[in-house]
């Protein structure tokens, strides 16, 4: 299939276009670089530098028979959202639908959307399910979930076929060495870890440790960036012949904060320091959720979500001078 990856050149985009490639399908990256990195770019892909808000530049790119759509193009850091809701609402949720909206006009109709276990907010119990209420606690949680209904909309009024893909909290680097950008300002804990073990930050926070799990500290459920791209291939594949899905992509497994720490101490030989500090609204203890329906309907499974796998694939990028095999 010809498929239009948006944000393409970014963290998870990257090792999405790699596993699509891979898979032997024909690749347009649309990408306005402002998260994404040159170095991302796989070389056997078309990139265009452009955002979904330019509509223009949508229904051109969208002329030249596109089969099906990735889409990874959204801002995601949940804190940022709460201050700056326009920027999102302009970008997840106008640029989406001028993406859709193109679509339709050129008979596009498979669309692979890359969703959040932020539309869940607290968990009301663990494992996290699909049939879990969606309860978004952040505006970006919220963008996510009125671009699911919006799809369920355009699947019943215009036949669009969707797979709505909610992963957990995405890690790692490709287990193979292919792809070295990294990710642009993280706010996610291991990008931190790492950045501290590099030496780039003298120490890190840890958002408490009271709660009421093993060690005090909040338990989080990772998804190596490798298995999520297994996933949107699978995804992309399966809706070639089968109706539109939803799942979550996870493990089943958390890890705490000092699990992470710990194991980052041991994969890369140094000292994380931290520093304790207090709860950050809107952090629940634990989030684990199952990706039994993923199973079922993609046959897929995480191959290398453990911690371990994760934190020796991100020390390669990191610090990339020493062999850690």
């Not at 040159?38 to 265009?48: C, K, S, V, Y």
């Not at 634990?286 to 897929?300: C, D, F, P």
Request: with cysteine.
């Amino acid at each position: 299939m010809k498929v239009l990856v948006t944000g393409g050149a970014g963290y998870i985009g990257s090792h999405v276009v790699l596993y699509l490639v891979e898979a032997g399908h024909e690749v347009v990256i649309l990408d306005d670089m402002s998260l994404g990195c040159l170095e991302n770019i796989h070389d056997q892909a078309e990139f265009i530098e452009g955002s979904t808000l330019d509509e223009a530049m949508l229904d051109n790119v969208l002329s030249k028979n596109i089969d099906a759509v990735v889409h990874l193009a959204a801002f995601k850091a949940a804190g940022e959202s709460m201050i700056h809701p326009e920027k999102y609402s302009k970008n997840n949720l106008n640029g989406t639908t001028n993406l859709l909206n193109a679509m339709m006009k050129h008979n596009v109709m498979t669309f692979v959307f890359s969703s959040s276990a932020a539309v869940y907010g607290y968990p009301e119990y663990l494992p996290v399910d699909e049939d879990h209420p969606l309860k978004p606690i952040n505006y970006y949680g919220y963008t996510k979930l009125a671009v699911e209904n919006m799809l369920k909309w355009y699947g019943q009024l215009k036949g669009l076929k969707f797979a709505a893909l909610r992963y957990f909290n995405a890690a790692g680097y490709d287990v193979k060495r292919r792809v070295f950008g990294l990710e642009k300002s993280p706010q996610n804990l291991l990008p931190i870890v790492m950045e501290v073990a590099t030496g780039q930050r003298k120490t890190m926070n840890v958002f408490g440790n009271d709660y009421k799990t093993k060690d005090g500290t909040g338990v989080r459920d990772y998804i190596h960036v490798n298995d999520l791209a297994s996933a949107h291939v699978k995804a992309l594949e399966y809706l070639q012949d089968n109706d539109s899905f939803t799942v979550n992509l996870a493990t089943g497994e958390g890890y705490s904060v000092l699990d992470v720490i710990h194991e980052a101490e041991a994969v890369t030989e140094k000292k994380i320091n931290y520093t304790i500090v207090d709860r950050r609204p809107g952090d629940p203890a634990e989030l684990i959720a199952t990706s039994k329906q993923a199973n079922v309907i993609l046959n897929w499974a995480p191959q290398f979500s453990d911690l371990n796998t994760i934190l020796k694939s991100m020390w390669n990028v990191y610090n990339p001078e020493e062999n850690h095999d």
